[in-house]
């Protein structure tokens, strides 16, 4: 919880804000993880077991994702992964790297920034 609403709450409503952003989805195996993505709106990728737990790596459930994503809408141009543990992020936010990542012509983009005072 943060502010009074779950983590992947925060990212579900900022990614549906998103001017460039047309569908948002929350892969899981978690049924918790899934009803909270369903009271905000979200699609649902049920994760499978090889691709589960503490030890799946990112890539491998952005493929499955992806995969899964295009056999129910065909194909698609590109895909936002968002981390749900950084909360502190706006609408914009996304607009704004998709911009620099259609502009630059990029293949991957990947963004941070600097955390000047860690204790909020």
């Given at each position: ?11 579900i ?34 994760r ?8 799946a ?64």
């Amino acid at each position: 919880m943060f502010c009074d609403k779950p983590l992947l709450a925060w990212s579900i409503e900022q990614a549906s804000l998103a001017q460039h952003i047309s569908s948002v989805w929350v892969t899981s195996d978690t049924e918790e993880i899934l009803e909270i993505r369903e009271s905000f709106g979200a699609r649902t990728i049920k994760r499978p077991a090889e691709i589960s737990g503490d030890d799946a790596g990112t890539e491998s459930v952005w493929k499955h994702a992806i995969e899964t994503i295009e056999n129910l809408e065909g194909s698609i141009n590109f895909m936002v992964g968002v981390q749900c543990t950084s909360p502190l992020r706006e609408a914009k936010d996304f607009d704004n790297g998709i911009d620099s990542f259609r502009e630059q012509q990029l293949d991957s983009l990947f963004t941070s920034c600097k955390v000047r005072d860690n204790i909020i």
